[in-house]
Structures are given as C-alpha cells and as structure tokens.
C-alpha cells in the first residue's frame, strides 16, 4: 500500500509536462500564424463623421471607441464633427464597424458614434481614435468610452459627464457639470473639474484634481496619491482616509477624527445649510494633499 501510493503522484506530474510541452510548441509553431506581428503590414485608415447643422441649445453626445484615445473639445462650428483614426493590418481594419446616428427629440440634439471590432481578438494592434469637434457654449450631456486609451475632454459644460476608460489617463480642463463620473483603470486622472456631485475613480494611479465650485466630490484610488486644489477660503467639510500614506493640509481645520491615515473635519467657515464643498478621499499606498489656491 505504501509504494502504490508514493506513486500516484507521478502520473499527474506526467501529464502535466505533456500538457505544457503541446502549449510550448502551440505557441511556437501555431500561434505566429494564427495571430499575425502588430508591426506586420500595419496601416493608417482615417474616416469622417459630421452632423448636420445644429441650432438646438442642448446636445448629448454618445462616443465609444475601442484600444484608442477620445479628445473632445470646442470649435466655432455649428457640427459635431469626428475624425477616426484607425491603424492595423488591412484585415484587422475591414473587421472595424461604425454606427453613427444623429436625432432630434424635445429639443435636444443626439449624435452616436460607436466604434467596434468584429474580429476575434481586436486587441492585437487594432485601434480607433477620436478626434472630436462640438459647438461650444451649448449645453452637453456627454458619455465618452473607450479602452486602452486616454480621454481628453476641454471647456465643456452641462448636466451629466460620463468619462471611462481602462488603461489609460482621464484629463478635463475647465468642464462644469451638474454630474462628473469618471472611472479609468492603470491610469491617472487630473485636471480641473466644478460639478453638484462628482465621482472620480481609478486603480493604480494618482487624481490631481483643481475644484472651481461648491459641491461633493468622492475620490477614490488605490497605489497613488491623491491631490486636491480649492480656491482658497472656500467652507469645506473633508473625509479623508489613506493607507501606507500621509495626509497633508494647509487650511485651518477644526479636526473631529485625526490618526496617521484618517482624517475628518472642516473649515471655520462651514456651514451645512449653505453651499461648500464636502470632500472624501480615499486611497491606498499613497499621500492625500489638499491645499488652497491664491493663498496668500
């Protein structure tokens, strides 16, 4: 009984050399010509979209893209306009499907843009970048998303923001919405922000934001840090917390809870029933700083 079962283990670890010697020889013989070089025969492809003239006062704006970056920014036009820049094999790009779409319902103009792959593994080198173009001073509802690629949006104002990516970085510059959500993984996101409640997420990369009006902002990251600029003598309330960091704070503060990772409190100036901005920070392995702006 003794050696029968010493060696029961020996035909388990056979079959697993087997399996792993079939993998080895898959993936030297087989798999460089199922799967062809990025830089194999890698092209350039570019394609228009553009609305027709828009006279309404709102516009929601609905863009996905896949392994490419998105900008939106303002022009002097009265279109949407979208350039798509695509690179991959001549293959790879006729597997690349778009379907735009633009109406007009209670008076606000919607423009759809959705960029996919049908082929089986469009991760190989394909992308799809956007360049977009949009009418300033109008009114935006926004959801841009994309993958493996970074979102920039400037000088853009409205009622709901909807910014998500995965490996890649989140920038606004001077956008102002009632919401603000944007999420993003192995990246970071920054920039200057002013919304009612806003919602800013990522993994494994810093949030540098600077906050221009009052509202809620919930910061969250894990393995970076966390900064916060407030134009100074702005009333806050902060909720801040961090492990394997430090937290760090220029205003006065009346503190409520204080340890090396946690902090709670707000300025001489707060008041709940009025306006403020009400702060909580979250992060892991990385410092939290808020400081004020224009202090002098």
Do not use: C, W
Request: no cysteine; hydrophobic share 35%.
């Amino acid at each position: 009984m003794g050696q029968i079962e010493a060696r029961r283990p020996i035909i388990p670890l056979v079959a697993i050399i087997v399996v792993g010697v079939v993998a080895l020889l898959f993936v030297a013989l087989v798999l460089p010509q199922v799967l062809p070089s990025k830089s194999s025969n890698q092209i350039v492809e570019y394609k228009k979209f553009q609305s027709q003239e828009i006279s309404e006062s709102t516009i929601s704006l609905d863009l996905s893209s896949f392994n490419g970056y998105i900008t939106v920014k303002p022009s002097d036009s009265r279109i949407v306009l979208i350039n798509v820049t695509m690179k991959g094999t001549q293959d790879e790009l006729k597997d690349i499907t778009f379907d735009f779409k633009e109406q007009t319902e209670n008076g606000t103009k919607t423009v759809t843009l959705k960029v996919k792959s049908t082929g089986l593994l469009p991760i190989l080198g394909t992308s799809a970048s956007l360049d977009v173009l949009v009418p300033k001073d109008r009114v935006y509802y926004a959801t841009l998303d994309t993958s493996n690629g970074k979102i920039e949006v400037s000088s853009l104002k409205g009622e709901k923001l909807t910014l998500h990516t995965s490996n890649g970085m989140i920038q606004f510059t001077n956008v102002e919405f009632g919401i603000i959500e944007a999420t993003t993984s192995n990246g970071e996101i920054k920039g200057s922000l002013s919304a009612n409640k806003a919602t800013l997420t990522t993994s494994n990369g810093a949030i540098r934001t600077s906050i221009s009006n009052f509202g809620s902002y919930k910061i969250t990251t894990s393995n970076g840090r966390i900064e916060v600029n407030i134009i100074y003598n702005t009333p806050i309330k902060i909720q801040a917390n961090t492990s394997n960091g430090k937290i760090n704070y220029d205003m006065p503060l009346t503190v409520t809870q204080s340890s090396n990772n946690n902090l709670s409190g707000y300025t001489y100036n707060y008041d709940s029933s009025k306006p403020n901005i009400d702060l909580q920070l979250s992060t892991s392995n990385g410092n939290i700083d808020m400081m004020y702006l224009g202090k002098d």
